[in-house]
């Protein structure tokens, strides 16, 4: 298993059910076939530039280690959410 870090960022104007509800969807994903090491929801931030007409988001930091085909349906699984406006998964290094 590799390790890996995926930040997304959640429509702000969502309920905060909701948000749980995509933040648990995608825990599931993860340690359906990994192990997640560190989770934090960071909460609601500023945007540095207009996303889909949002200013704002609601971010989340994940580390875990997982294979990769655990990784290709997270991407899969985000790409298609539309509570997620952005995302990005990278291999971590440290």
Avoid: C, W
């Amino acid at each position: 298993m590799r390790k890996y870090e995926v930040m997304y960022i959640i429509r702000p104007d969502i309920e905060q059910e909701a948000v749980q509800a995509a933040v648990e969807k995608f825990q599931g994903i993860i340690s359906n076939g990994g192990e997640i090491t560190k989770h934090e929801v960071m909460g609601k931030r500023r945007l540095a530039y207009e996303i889909k007409k949002f200013r704002d988001g609601v971010y989340v930091l994940v580390n875990f280690n997982a294979t990769p085909d655990v990784v290709a349906e997270l991407e899969r699984l985000m790409k298609i959410s539309d509570e997620v406006i952005r995302y990005l998964i990278t291999n971590d290094v440290a």
